[in-house]
């Protein structure tokens, strides 16, 4: 008795909260003004005690009145001292991801919800220190997973490994540079290759290609896709015709305008492979208001089937990440990780092309 006495006041201390009037609402405030035991409070709010304590119905409704009307409210640091599991899953995301890994993370979301749980992101940019920051807040918290869309790096990813290693519940969504992880990804250089192939059937010749960089993993798969797809249909490599350049990471029609200056104009490209849906509509307005016929003059490819895509003008021939697929995959994944972390995932997921007008 001692001894559950002592741990009930340990964990009072760590459950506090708010009044109307601003002062700190303690288990024992709650058991005086219901006239009954902290112990008995504890019970009716934390279930401490197990079958050694119990309270009738009539008592821990009054219970559970009299914290709701002192507006009570537990912090996670104390369901955890109390061996409450936090029902908390973390997302880790780069700030300046495409579109489409938010909609991926919206989808996961949702379907965490419908299994209990709740979602915490964090989100940054090329930022390791507030990386680490979040990966200890999520700690704090209580976070039981973590999915990471945000861990490829290349200035820092020994030091980002090094703390991730530390992290066993983790599903990362792409490949990251650490073995024995739990990973899906979506199979970036079949998509690109699904794209050549289209192209090539629809009589393309001159097929033009723009990545941000080299470094980059996702942009490295991308650069490979192309190659592969040029090979497999026998269209020799003009390299001319693959502009990679930092800048375009950031869809603008500024960008749009130069690629366009590049690839069309200049190299006479008669095909175009954007980086995504928001870059493909940008290009096929510049070309339109320069006087090119898209897809006569010109074939434009998305890369992501976001929503617009369809109903762009013309509708724009992209691929279908199946992000739905992988979100559901995640979800379980994650969930078998964290009841046995000693699995290992590495799964990809195959894309489909969408054919739309644009090409």
Do not use: W
Request: charged residues 25%; proline residues 3%; hydrophobic residues 40%.
């Amino acid at each position: 008795m001692i001894s559950r006495e002592i741990k009930n006041l340990e964990t009072e201390k760590m459950y506090k909260a708010k009044d109307t009037n601003n002062t700190s609402i303690r288990l024992a405030d709650i058991a005086r003004k219901a006239n009954v035991s902290r112990i008995a409070v504890s019970k009716a709010l934390l279930n401490t005690g197990g079958n050694n304590v119990r309270i009738s119905d009539a008592t821990r409704e009054k219970i559970l009145k009299i914290a709701e009307s002192m507006n009570y409210k537990p912090n996670m640091a104390a369901r955890m001292l109390a061996g409450k599991k936090s029902n908390i899953i973390g997302a880790l995301i780069d700030s300046h991801a495409p579109l489409c890994l938010y909609e991926c993370l919206r989808m996961i979301e949702r379907k965490l919800a419908e299994k209990g749980y709740r979602f915490m992101i964090a989100q940054q940019h090329n930022d390791l220190g507030g990386l680490m920051e979040y990966i200890d807040d999520f700690s704090r918290y209580g976070v039981e997973g973590i999915i990471s869309f945000a861990h490829d790096y290349p200035e820092f990813n020994e030091q980002l490994a090094k703390v991730l290693r530390s992290k066993p519940d983790i599903l990362y969504i792409g490949k990251p540079k650490l073995k024995n992880c739990n990973y899906l990804e979506v199979d970036v250089s079949a998509g690109i290759r699904k794209i050549v192939d289209h192209l090539v059937r629809k009589g393309r010749k001159r097929i033009g290609i723009f990545l941000a960089d080299k470094t980059t993993r996702t942009m490295q798969l991308r650069y490979q896709g192309y190659l592969e797809g040029l090979k497999t249909n026998g269209v020799s490599l003009d390299e001319n015709l693959v502009v990679f350049n930092n800048k375009f990471r950031h869809p603008s029609m500024e960008n749009a305008s130069e690629i366009i200056n590049i690839l069309v104009k200049q190299e006479k490209a008669d095909a175009i492979i954007s980086m995504n849906d928001n870059y493909a509509a940008m290009i096929i307005n510049q070309l339109k208001k320069s006087g090119y016929d898209v897809p006569g003059d010109v074939a434009v490819t998305g890369f992501d089937n976001m929503d617009f895509s369809e109903f762009n003008s013309p509708s724009i021939t992209t691929i279908n990440h199946c992000y739905d697929a992988l979100a559901e995959k995640a979800v379980n994944i994650l969930l078998e990780i964290i009841m046995d972390n000693k699995i290992t995932v590495n799964e990809v997921i195959k894309p489909e092309l969408i054919e739309r007008e644009s090409t």
